[in-house]
């Protein structure tokens, strides 16, 4: 079975400091990784993905994430943190043939002006 | 135009009542979900419908009984309901049953059960 570790449910960051959200996963086949942000009362969008080929993966508003095998990781960056990027992120994991999405528990970013 | 709506967006009822939520995506897609996240935030599948098809129920209680009338619409009926029945729910769609696709969540329908 497939599940996924966010480590941190609250992490607080500095306007402009760097983002650090960790994921851990665990899947016996190769995984598909994604990463969700839910803003105040609404629901999750995507922020990016990780299916195949480049590890390094970019998404919507300066996010990035790397897939890292060999340590079971999918962490989330951002170089500068900005006041509207406070929300609650999940990591997710699924596969080929996957029925299901299997989300973490979800860290809440603040960030402090 | 929201891509994926629901309503209402609150909902506020005693215990042993029956209610429902109505789930309509405008994006054309196949597949469409029902999740539930609760007050710590976690967020679980309850049910996946493709083409109108019972694909997943992750060990839902009877009393929650989905249903689809067209691939543009997913409801969700609540028999009884029970103080642990209040959460946060949430309908989702995407291109098809390939876990690969994103996707698409309404923006949900807080149920409070008093």
């Known amino acids: 079975a497939q599940s996924v570790t966010q480590l941190g449910s609250h992490v607080s960051v500095s306007e402009g400091a760097l983002v650090l959200l960790r994921c851990n996963y665990s899947s016996s086949v190769p995984p598909y990784l994604f990463w969700y942000v839910q803003y105040p009362n609404q629901g999750l969008q995507l922020l990016l993905k990780y299916t195949t080929g480049a590890t390094l993966v970019k998404g919507i508003n300066g996010f990035e994430a790397e897939f890292k095998k060999s340590e079971t990781s999918f962490h989330l960056t951002k170089p500068s943190a900005h006041m509207s990027d406070a929300a609650e992120y999940f990591c997710a994991v699924s596969h080929q043939g996957a029925q299901k999405l299997v989300f973490g528990q979800g860290t809440r970013l603040t960030i402090n002006p | ?114």
Request: charged share 20%; aromatic share 12%.
């Open chain 2, 1 to 114: 135009d929201t891509a994926v709506s629901q309503t209402p967006k609150y909902l506020v009822t005693q215990m042993g009542n029956d209610k429902s939520i109505k789930c309509e995506q405008n994006l054309g897609h196949d597949t469409m979900y029902w999740y539930k996240q609760d007050s710590k935030k976690f967020l679980k599948i309850m049910f996946s419908y493709n083409n109108k098809e019972l694909i997943i129920n992750e060990t839902v209680p009877n009393r929650f009984s989905p249903k689809s009338p067209d691939k543009a619409h997913l409801n969700l009926h609540i028999n009884s309901l029970e103080l642990g029945d209040s959460a946060v729910y949430f309908c989702a769609s995407s291109q098809d049953l390939s876990f690969f696709n994103e996707q698409f969540f309404g923006p949900g329908t807080r149920l409070t059960v008093l």
